[in-house]
């Protein structure tokens, strides 16, 4: 009698998994991002290397790293800050305003 409820159990297991996935819902949640104003052109520094970013950008406010390997390094500006490896450019992230 046991044998058969053991033999059952992955088949009972594996349809009680599919009915509580289906019963489960997704939902899309949409934060708006804002208005980017003058920051819009920071996400085009993308790739670039130091010194066009400082002809683009101007000097930084202040400068980090560089810290571990590969070397990253971030310049800090009044709004946002960026993320080098090595020379090359890899995020711009726009300050956090409370």
Partial sequence: ???????????LAGAATL?????????????PVGAQ???????QVRGLKKDEVSS???DPIGIQGPVGDPAITRWEYA?????FER????????????
Avoid at 19 to 31: H, K, M, R, Y
Avoid at 79 to 83: A, G, M, P, S
């Fill in 79 to 83: 709004d946002f800050y960026v993320y």
């Fill in 56 to 58: 683009r950008l101007g």
């Fill in 37 to 43: 104003g003058s920051d819009a052109y920071v996400a």
């Fill in 87 to 98: 020379d090359t450019v890899l995020h711009t992230v726009r300050k956090h305003r409370s």
């Fill in 19 to 31: 009915l509580f996935a289906l019963g489960v819902q997704a939902e899309t949640i949409e934060v």
């Fill in 1 to 11: 009698m046991f044998s058969r409820l053991r033999s059952r159990a992955p088949l």
